[in-house]
């Protein structure tokens, strides 16, 4: 499978990334981040909030799982991590089929949900703030994404 | 209202199942609980090993019912005594929500009974008038697993938002550390623990913010002892995981009692209160008790029993919605990003 790597070097950075990736995103999109505690996954989740015209602050979904934000498109942004090995379905397709973009960080955890199609972003530490963001999309719609964003 | 309904005592039905509980309460006079009852805490559960994360909408299906019968079983009361269903309608995770909402709804339909829906952190607040009076103006800080807020309240039922977290709740930021230091989760008590035993060795960012900003945010505190911990690996130094476990939560008890106390000065609040999961920390209650016995402002910390997620608060958030006349239609939703107002 095709994989797109870029450095950002600031938080600012990866969040202007994630903004631009949000402009391109349709109903129903789905995008997995993966990447260690403090790699930057809710900090790109914000910006992909604030590409979707969000107001409100995007706080961490580690406790209830899910939090849902009103924008544009509605974000649904997910942190399956407390679902390890229960097997719990939450009403994932209803996510994932609904009209907004959800964002599963941890998404390893529920591999057995995930959709075919969809955008894998792994956020990986360089050093304090530069992060290797890998983009792998699954589909031509997530391709032509890929490369829009990335040129 | 007449003399004869000033008198009567009021009955109310809490249910709540915003998250990981399927709670039931019955709470007299929006004090006094009559029952409280959480289905972990259920006999016939504990063969089952006790609290299993009830997240899932099907465990709150299969428990509503049982639950309900178990409080009224309990309270030697009858739906005749009931004044109204009081229910958690957000924030929390939709399809548990629902299963609460749901509920109440056909309750109040088939017991015909008006229908009040109400804020998951009103109810945390409240569970403290279950202990005692309020005072107003009141401040409370609401600290769990999902939640860090100062909320300022001039009188009951009205609720003003002046500071939150911008990223990770102070619990979950317990939780991260937790899962750092390899402690099972959920990690804030682990890390309460190992604080008491160990120094306060490193010296960890406060986020303070903007000045007069009354917002937390605890990211940068995670990502520094992430920082910490692996540039130690790096070097060959061991850390002792007391000692970070130590320095972690001064950080973060530091901020948030700081806060809360300049929070207090600054609205010059008559009782301040706690709640949340969070509030049954040692570390976090010591300092609270210690800054506010010097400036003569009440403090209220409830018991750990209704500090976590349970039906009694709601129900005596409730009945405050009751008096002051407020009702939900049957077409009460569950919203999942409800905002505290």
């Known amino acids: 499978m095709e994989k797109h790597q870029i450095i950002t070097e600031t938080e600012i950075e990866t969040k202007r990334l994630a903004e631009n990736l949000a402009q391109l995103l349709k109903p129903g999109d789905v995008i997995t981040l993966e990447g260690d505690l403090g790699a930057g996954k809710t900090t790109f989740t914000k910006g992909l909030a604030n590409g979707l015209g969000i107001k409100r602050t995007v706080s961490s979904p580690t406790f209830t799982i899910v939090k849902e934000y009103e924008g544009e498109l509605p974000l649904y942004h997910m942190d399956v991590y407390r679902l390890e090995g229960s097997e719990e379905d939450i009403g994932f397709d209803e996510y994932f089929n609904g009209s907004g973009i959800t964002v599963v960080e941890w998404a390893h955890f529920i591999e057995d949900y995930l959709p075919e199609e969809r955008l894998n972003v792994n956020i990986e530490y360089k050093d304090e703030h530069s992060r290797v963001l890998t983009f792998e999309p699954i589909g031509r719609h997530f391709n032509s994404i890929v490369r829009e964003l990335i040129g | ?341």
């Open chain 2, 1 to 341: 209202m007449g003399e004869f309904s000033m008198t009567k005592e009021t009955y109310i039905l809490g249910i709540e199942t915003s998250c990981d509980e399927t709670a039931v309460a019955i709470v007299k006079n929006g004090s006094e609980i009559v029952t409280n009852v959480v289905a972990s805490q259920i006999e016939s559960h504990k063969r089952f090993g006790g609290v299993v994360p009830e997240i899932a909408s099907r465990h709150h299906v299969e428990q509503i019912t049982m639950v309900l019968e178990e409080a009224f079983e309990l309270s030697k009361l009858s739906w005749d005594d009931i004044d109204a269903i009081a229910v958690t309608e957000g924030p929390g995770l939709v399809g548990a929500l629902l299963i609460g909402v749901n509920a109440a709804k056909a309750l109040a339909f088939a017991k015909q009974k008006p229908l009040i829906g109400v804020h998951h952190i009103a109810g945390h607040i409240y569970a403290n008038r279950l202990e005692q009076e309020f005072q107003f103006p009141l401040l409370a800080l609401i600290v769990s697993g999902g939640h860090t807020e100062l909320v300022l309240m001039k009188e009951h039922g009205h609720y003003e938002v002046i500071g939150e977290t911008r990223d990770d709740a102070a619990g979950e930021a317990y939780d991260k550390v937790a899962r750092m230091l390899h402690l099972p989760y959920p990690g804030g008590p682990h890390i309460d623990r190992l604080a008491a035993e160990g120094n306060v060795t490193i010296d960890f960012p406060r986020a303070w913010l903007e000045e007069g900003s009354f917002d937390f945010s605890f990211s940068g505190l995670k990502s520094s002892v992430i920082n910490t911990i692996h540039n130690a690996k790096q070097r060959g130094e061991v850390l002792e995981d007391k000692d970070i476990a130590a320095s972690f939560q001064s950080s973060v008890v530091d901020v948030l009692t700081t806060k809360t106390v300049k929070a207090a000065l600054n609205h010059n609040v008559k009782q301040v209160i706690v709640a949340g999961g969070v509030a049954a920390n040692k570390g976090l209650r010591n300092e609270l008790v210690n800054k506010f016995a010097d400036l003569d402002i009440p403090l209220v910390i409830p018991p750990l029993k209704l500090c976590t997620d349970n039906a009694a608060m709601i129900a005596a958030a409730g009945t405050i919605s009751y008096h002051q006349g407020k009702r939900s239609g049957l077409d009460l939703n569950a919203n999942p990003s409800l905002i505290l107002k």
